[in-house]
């Protein structure tokens, strides 16, 4: 079932102002509010609601480097999930480029849940200004395979993002990829979780960069996870690891808040665990109470201490998930 379906060869598309909703659901992976197949550049979806189906957006483009699909936008959309059964948000395979902002992804429903999925992805692109929300369960927040291997060093960007969860799997995950920076993101668990940030290479990745970002969970529920074949290759893929926040339980100094390979890292610990020599990682990283405005507005508010303990990222982008300026986290760390 497809409520709305664009096939081979749709070109220039803009999909705006729906309303999109099924009102009996078939939990597959073509019970979609929007199907997209084949090759269809420059296709826009924005500003739809889109309820009470197994995919909000799903899109498979074709399996060949040269026909990935090109220009894509999927901006302000609000998403729900349906009242039960596996559900998946935004699901993107074999894009080149695409740019995924401003969407409200909120998650009611358990239990195969993905908030946004991109799986061979090329060329960089933008995550970005995204709220992905479960009040329940899912398995990813945000979920990224295959991203760049074939050489390209564009990166995809992931910046000012609020990804929270009662409880589930990962809030982000990302295997096998590339060239991506995760700038400025907040995440929080509510209940319980395996990691806020998982990080896996397969033994040759390389340039993640994880700086400015906020991670809020329980005790005894690790943050940060980065892993590979061995410790060498996991070490490798990080390009930087540093000024973010890792606030576990009540902050006791004893939280483990990184597992590089197996091993635990405290907040006294952690400094130069991934990367031992310049640029060293997590050397003007904090354990701080971020004091999110609530579970699931990740608005981090001025008491918290943090305003000014930032990396400048201005080279990057200059506003935050609100759209005032945010040049580093001593402007992004206010509540609006």
């Known amino acids: 079932m497809q409520i709305i379906a664009s096939g081979d060869s749709c070109k220039n598309v803009t999909i705006y102002g729906n309303i999109i909703s099924a ?165 929080n668990v509510v209940s319980s979780i395996s990691y806020n940030l998982y990080v896996n290479s397969s033994g040759t990745n390389n340039n993640i960069n994880i700086v400015n970002n906020s991670f809020k969970s329980p005790s005894a529920y690790i943050s940060l996870f980065v892993g590979g074949t061995n410790i060498t290759t996991a070490r490798a893929m990080i390009g930087e690891c540093n000024f973010n926040n890792y606030y576990q339980g009540s902050g006791s100094a004893s939280e483990n808040l990184l597992n590089l390979q197996g091993t635990n890292y405290t907040i006294s610990t952690i400094k130069g665990a991934i990367k031992p020599s310049a640029p060293m990682s997590d050397s003007n990283s904090n354990a701080f109470n971020p004091q999110y405005k609530t579970n699931t507005d990740l608005h981090i508010l001025p008491s918290s201490g943090l305003e000014g303990r930032g990396k400048l990222l201005s080279a990057f982008f200059t506003d935050d998930i609100d759209g005032g300026e945010a040049f580093d986290q001593q402007l992004r760390y206010r509540s609006r």
């Open 23 to 187: 009102t009996q659901q078939a939990f597959t992976t073509n019970a979609s509010g929007v199907y997209v197949s084949g090759f269809t550049p420059r296709l826009t979806i924005r500003k739809n609601t889109i309820s009470s189906v197994s995919n909000a957006v799903y899109l498979i483009g074709i399996n060949n480097l040269s026909q990935y699909t090109t220009n894509l936008v999927i901006d302000s959309n609000n998403v729900t999930t349906s009242p039960s059964g596996s559900w998946y948000g935004i699901v993107l395979n074999y894009c080149s480029n695409p740019t995924i902002k401003y969407n409200s992804i909120l998650m009611n429903s358990c239990c195969i849940n993905q908030g946004i999925y991109l799986s061979n992805n090329s060329n960089g692109g933008v995550i970005a200004y995204n709220k992905v929300i479960a009040n329940s369960y899912f398995q990813y927040g945000i979920y990224l395979q295959n991203v760049n291997i074939n050489g390209e060093t564009t990166p995809l960007m992931v910046y000012n993002n609020f990804i929270s969860t009662s409880s589930g799997n990962y809030n982000c995950f990302v295997s096998n990829s590339n060239y991506i920076n995760f700038f400025n993101n907040s995440f």
